[in-house]
């Protein structure tokens, strides 16, 4: 069963009680990298580890994302600024114990490839944000895994 979330806007990637944050370089150059995160939706599932489904929705103003397992988000996109800025905001999901999630991907020009930057702003109770602080090297390391995946994907076109 979905529950909603609390909607929070951008600022909470700054007032979010746990934040996430992680970077990595890849070789594709912005432009196709933001294409990758805001237009490509349905394609995530090709090199974002632990997505098995994910599409537009509103048209292009939402995402409904399926994660391996069954979790399964329904989004709100809060920024789209092209080659720089991507970020959405989850309404509802079947995960347990978040109160508000946020997802912020910054995009910086880097030796001629990009810089990524994805942050993860969170709330819910303290055993969530205990066990979201435990997952951290996982997810850093799904990150890591999932920018070389989309850099791979992006260089074969």
């Known amino acids: 069963m979905a529950r909603r979330l609390r909607p929070v806007e951008l600022d909470f990637a700054v007032s979010a009680p746990l934040r996430l944050v992680f970077t990595a370089e890849v070789t594709?150059?912005?432009?196709?990298?933001?294409?990758?995160?805001?237009?490509?939706?349905a394609g995530w599932s090709r090199w974002f580890t632990g997505v098995a489904r994910s599409a537009p929705t509103h048209g292009g103003g939402g995402r409904e994302v399926w994660l391996t397992g069954g979790t399964r988000f329904s989004e709100t996109v809060l920024a789209a600024e092209p080659d720089v800025h991507y970020a959405y905001?989850?309404?509802?999901?079947?995960?347990?114990?978040i109160r508000a999630l946020l997802e912020d991907w910054r995009l910086t020009p880097a030796d001629g490839g990009t810089r990524l930057r994805w942050m993860f702003a969170a709330d819910g109770p303290a055993p969530f944000r205990f066990l979201l602080t435990l997952a951290r090297p996982g997810l850093g390391r799904a990150f890591r895994q999932s920018a070389r995946a989309l850099d791979r994907r992006l260089a074969g076109t």
Not at 28 to 41: I, K, R
């Open 28 to 41: 594709a150059s912005p432009e196709a990298v933001y294409a990758a995160l805001a237009d490509d939706v």
């Open 89 to 97: 905001r989850v309404d509802t999901t079947n995960a347990p114990g």
